[in-house]
């Protein structure tokens, strides 16, 4: 197992980040492509809409999942953690757009779908979460934020809670699929409390 993770490890180090965005970015024109010939069912704004969030959703996942393989297997992939983030961000704009400009269309039944249906209301604070961490996602915001640049992109985990819920409450009856997902992120997130306050709070005495 060590010498797979080592070469996985000389690898990674070796591969340019580039491929990545590009990689990640190809499902997107797929998708409308898809949904423009008849690929997403009878109705393709809403396979659309829901395959942008999905795949955000997964990768918003992929990028919390970097910090145990790290810790636990020794596999280092932190490098292409920006890569993932800034593409997270780019298929919830694209989930975001679908459903406001070929799905909702007009601005104010946008607005008023935010103030009134809170399973988008909870959609839309994830999504602004995500705005500062993209805008920052570069190294001249790292270096002038400094260590102010690590706790804003705890924002993070925020925007995973809220995704989560998103996808649950937008579900219509008992679905397995988004509570899998919510538990995934939710382990994830448990992972990243400290040891010691998480046996003071399950293992009292």
């Not at 010498?3 to 000389?10: E, F, K, M, Q």
């Not at 942008?52 to 636990?72: D, F, K, N, Q, S």
């Not at 008023?112 to 570069?138: E, H, Q």
């Amino acid at each position: 197992m060590t010498g797979l993770v080592d070469t996985l490890n000389s690898l990674a180090r070796r591969l340019p980040v580039w491929p990545v965005y590009l990689i990640l970015a190809l499902p997107i024109p797929w998708f409308f492509y898809q949904g423009l010939n008849g690929g997403l069912g009878r109705d393709p704004v809403k396979g659309l809409e829901h395959l942008y969030g999905l795949w955000a959703l997964r990768l918003l996942i992929a990028g919390l999942v970097i910090t145990p393989l790290r810790r636990e297997l020794g596999l280092n992939l932190l490098r292409f953690r920006r890569a993932i983030g800034v593409m997270t961000f780019i298929y919830v704009l694209a989930h975001l757009m679908v459903w406001a400009v070929l799905d909702v269309q007009t601005l104010s039944r946008v607005w008023a779908d935010i103030l009134k249906r809170p399973y988008i209301t909870i959609g839309m604070a994830g999504f602004l979460c995500l705005v500062p961490l993209a805008a920052t996602s570069n190294n001249w915001s790292l270096h002038k934020l400094g260590v102010r640049w690590r706790k804003l992109h705890r924002l993070t985990y925020a925007a995973a809670v809220l995704a989560a819920f998103h996808f649950i409450w937008l579900t219509k009856g008992f679905q397995l699929e988004p509570l899998v997902y919510a538990a995934v992120i939710l382990a994830l997130l448990v992972y990243r409390l400290p040891r010691k306050r998480i046996r003071q709070r399950f293992l009292p005495g």
